[in-house]
């Protein structure tokens, strides 16, 4: 997963299965700014789906 620094904007690569929880707080090396980053919401939607048996494909219109 990419975040970003809401205050300059540098991107960082997050390796999802190394949080904790639902998200982790991380510093900026560029500006030190201090903000918590969380796990994508469409992944634990995407497993409800998966679990009830909906289409996760996307052609269930």
């Known amino acids: 997963m990419i975040a970003a620094c809401p205050k300059c904007k540098t991107r960082f690569k ?16 560029k500006c030190r700014t201090v903000f918590a ?3 994508k919401a ?3 939607g995407t497993k409800a ?3 009830s048996g909906g289409d996760t494909q996307g052609r269930g219109f």
């Open 49 to 51: 789906m998966q679990q």
């Open 37 to 39: 980053v969380r796990k």
């Open 14 to 29: 997050i390796d999802e299965s190394k949080m904790a929880g639902a998200g982790v707080k991380l510093r900026c090396s």
């Open 42 to 44: 469409a992944d634990t």
